[in-house]
């Protein structure tokens, strides 16, 4: 079993106004994996706006070998993927902690 020092439990209810601190550390994770799948999803957004197309598109129409394998598109390729990737990610366990709540 893990234990929480007092400091965090204190500053926990403090922040998140709940006293149950299970239900209290649920809400923290709830709103950090919101805040994450937003910039994950802004960050898509972002590169569908840049190449005019969605990632899956983007990956079947080779567009690094189209564009040159110019380390900027590889760039963007790599942190696509990991936006697509994050998404999934914060869903699931978005889900998770829904049921906790």
Not at 1 to 13: C, G, H, P, Y
Not at 19 to 28: Q, R, S, Y
């Amino acid at each position: 079993m893990m234990s929480i020092s007092e400091e965090v439990v204190n500053i926990t209810r403090k922040v998140i106004s709940e006293e149950n601190i299970e239900i209290g550390m649920a809400k923290l994770l709830y709103n950090e994996t919101r805040r994450k799948l937003i910039e994950y999803e802004l960050l898509d957004r972002n590169l569908g706006k840049k190449y005019d197309m969605s990632f899956d598109e983007f990956r079947e129409k080779k567009m690094i070998e189209k564009l040159g394998y110019s380390w900027e598109v590889e760039k963007d390729y790599q942190n696509w993927e990991i936006a697509r990737d994050g998404i999934e990610t914060m869903e699931e366990i978005i889900d998770k902690v829904r049921n906790i709540l």
